[in-house]
């Protein structure tokens, strides 16, 4: 791959159209703009929408200016973080003021990372080469996964690894990890962890460092908290009519969304199941499908990163202005 180039296959694009291109004039924000795949999409289907496109990473956001070109006049590119998307939205204000208070009618959350932030051996998220033990989204960031291989203490490391990634063998591969001390580089520790778990169960669920890698980036980006903030600042935004679709390629990141958007959907609910609501809840959103949309098998084959997906999209309640 051409070092420079930034190539990411946008998933259930064709989805994620349909359910975004469906709102009214207003701004659509994209929180985790990557390259731009989806965004464009959505802005070539709508034309009175305009974009408020955020991501951590200065490279993708550099090659979403690329791909968003055609539509400048309603674009606007933001460096930041989903978790910080009132403050965001609030600092930069609409460029067509076409809706009232914030105009906020769409709202993207397509998480983790992106194809070329795996690819780039410099950015040390990948276990199969060898780069730094860095994997930050944001580069400005201090805190990077050297601070978690090589300081965080053994108890720590294991929570970290088990609660971000489920994996079994968490105490195995921190200690392994810890007694490794100093690890180099991602090399390097793809190593200690493959050869800390069984050799039997190896052979089973991909690379065996994959999960433990996953689990570090979490830690690094503090990727669940970053989502929890996002959900809660994206559905108070959102206008009446508006929709927030969420794409994540992870169990737990799933979780999170699906349990957030029923306790939208319920207001919170606290009465038996079956019997009419008392409590007093009051929803703010409604499902727009009760389960998620998963991709095909003839998109998983030619873009493996879709096998996992989840898509989750709800619309906002109540009266539009
Ligand atoms: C899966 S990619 C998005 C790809 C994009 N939908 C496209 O079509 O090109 C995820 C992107 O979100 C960014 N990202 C992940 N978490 C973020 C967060 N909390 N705040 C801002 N950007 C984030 C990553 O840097 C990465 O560029």
Known sequence: MDDDAFHHVPVLVDRVVELLAAVPDGRFVDATLGGGGHAAAV????????????????????????RLAPYRERVQLVRGAAGDLAGLVRAH?????????????????????????LDRADRGFSYRSAGPLDMRM?????????DVVNHYDYATL???????????????IA??????????????????VRDAIPAAARRTGGHPAKRTFQAIRMEVNAELDQ?????????????????????AYHSLE???????????????????PGLPCACGA?????????????????????????????LRAVEKLGEPA
């Open 138 to 146: 944001d580069r400005r960031q201090g805190f990077t996964a050297d």
């Open 227 to 247: 989502l929890a903030a996002a959900l809660d600042d994206a559905v108070a935004l959102l206008q009446p009519g508006g929709r927030l679709a969420v794409l």
């Open 93 to 117: 204000p609409p460029i067509h003021h076409r809706t009232p208070g914030t105009g906020v009618i769409a709202v993207l959350l397509d998480l983790g990372v992106s194809s070329p932030q």
């Open 282 to 310: 009051e929803p703010t959103v409604r499902l727009l499908r009760s389960g998620a949309w998963k991709a095909t098998s003839d998109e998983v084959e030619v873009n493996r990163r879709a096998e996992s997906v989840r």
């Open 175 to 192: 200690r392994a990890i810890v007694e490794a001390r100093p690890i180099e580089d991602s090399s390097h520790l793809a190593r200690v």
């Open 254 to 272: 799933d979780r999170a969304v699906k349990d957030h958007f029923r306790d939208d959907a319920t207001g919170g609910c606290t009465c038996p």
């Open 158 to 172: 294991a929570r970290v690894i088990r609660d971000n990634a489920d994996e079994r063998f968490a105490s195995r």
């Open 43 to 66: 802005l070539a289907a709508h034309p009175g929408l305009e974009l408020l496109g955020i991501d951590r990473d200065d490279a993708a956001l550099a090659a979403a200016a690329e």
